[in-house]
């Protein structure tokens, strides 16, 4: 069965931290994917990854970046979070033009 | 810049109605999704539809797509409790990409 696993299901951080996400597939998919959903803004891609190494900006990259050293791992980094980063943040997995897989999400609060 | 909206955005239907949830896109793109997401759960994958006049049917949900008028909808039938969730499209951000935008979402409560 295809999985996408987020490493931490609820996560509390300071102003400032330097916070790490992380994200692994087990489908052998190219693509990988950040979002993040917020009420009343639906899902909005932060960073995308199609290959190791390779990534590209989605639409709100900013303070974010973002590690691809291998194909089933996707990490997510703040480098200094801030309270508008409180958010929750999925990762997804997909081979190009295929649907994506979704993991069950990180509900960070940043404090 | 591609945009997609849904409306409506909250929906509370009766059990056994019939309804539709649309999703209008403003620029030109060769794939678009539906997708499920009950209350505190990941999303879940219903729909692709690749091409004008795409069809497809699971149970109670019948998800269209016009390509010319930019539109999909999602039509339920006979509503039931189980269907409670919110629904997302999402549409490619242009041919040969991966890269989708989403709508904001429909929260679909269907009651006794």
Known sequence: DVKVTQSSRYLVKRTGEKVFLECVQDMDHENMFWYRQDPGLGLRLIYFSYDVKMKEKGDIPEGYSVSREKKERFSLILESASTNQTSMYLCASSLSGRKLFFGSGTQLSVL | ?112
């Not at chain 2, 509370?12 to 999703?23: A, D, H």
């Open chain 2, 1 to 112: 810049e591609l945009k997609v909206e849904q409306n409506p955005l909250f929906l509370s239907m009766q059990e056994g109605k019939n309804y539709t949830i649309y999703c209008n896109y403003s620029t030109t793109s060769d794939r678009l999704y539906w997708y499920r997401q009950d209350p505190g759960k990941s999303l879940e994958s219903l729909f692709v539809l690749l091409s004008n006049g795409a069809v497809k049917q699971e149970g109670r949900l019948m998800a269209s797509l016009d390509t010319k008028a930019r539109l999909s909808t999602l039509h339920i039938t006979a509503a039931v409790h189980d269907l409670s969730a919110t629904y997302f499209c999402a549409v490619a951000k242009s041919y040969n990409t991966d890269k989708l935008i989403f709508g904001t979402g429909t929260r679909l409560q269907v009651f006794p």
